[in-house]
């Protein structure tokens, strides 16, 4: 005799929190963190400042994580840090901004990752227009103001996927992530004689 199946229960939201009979957090089978963060860190990416407009002025963090998901509909999509305080304005205001650093631009990207500088000290210094209600930041290589369209969180992020309602596009070479430190494209700039 077989046993009848068990209840499945409804699984809970993705950024629900844990329940009482939650087990703690441990390591996976397989690579350990160090191993897989060393495999991310080959992982060549531009680097992006993405910004939102919280309850008490702009907000944003640098962002190594950001690609384009489709042209049609227009789509980014976005990793952001569990817990930052970025990624609960975009959540709340269901807007945000992503922008594409120059190479020249390594210490804006550094104040913007900083955990110790204060949102008023991230943007200090720099020229802020609002677009469509979000906080751009001028003089970078490109920038696009997108409508959220979906969240969900996996492991210590959460996936930001974007409508993009606005965009801007320069010239220059942007700035990139690898092996933990910034780089530089060389040869020509797009554009530029050459």
Do not use: I, N
């Amino acid at each position: 005799m077989t046993a009848p199946p068990r209840p499945v229960a409804d699984p809970a939201p993705a950024d629900a929190p844990p329940g009482p009979d939650a087990e703690p957090l441990r390591e996976e089978p397989g690579p350990g963190a160090a191993g897989c963060l060393a495999l991310y860190a080959k992982l060549a990416a531009g680097v992006t400042v993405v910004t939102a407009c919280g309850d008490d002025g702009p907000l944003g963090m640098t962002v190594s994580a950001v690609t384009s998901l489709s042209a049609r509909p227009p789509l980014l999509l976005a990793c952001l840090r569990h817990g930052s305080r970025t990624l609960a304005a975009v959540r709340a205001r269901r807007a945000f901004a992503v922008h594409l650093l120059r190479d020249e631009q390594q210490e804006l990207a550094a104040r913007f990752a900083s955990p110790t500088t204060p949102a008023s000290g991230r943007f200090a210094g720099t020229d802020l227009r609002a677009v469509l209600g979000v906080p751009v930041l001028a003089g970078t290589l490109a920038w696009a103001v997108c409508l959220t369209e979906d969240v969900r969180r996996y492991g210590d992020h959460q996936l930001v996927v974007g409508r993009v309602a606005a965009v801007h596009v320069g010239g220059g070479r942007p700035l990139l992530w690898h092996d933990r430190r910034f780089r530089s494209l060389t040869g020509s700039a797009p554009g530029a004689p050459g």
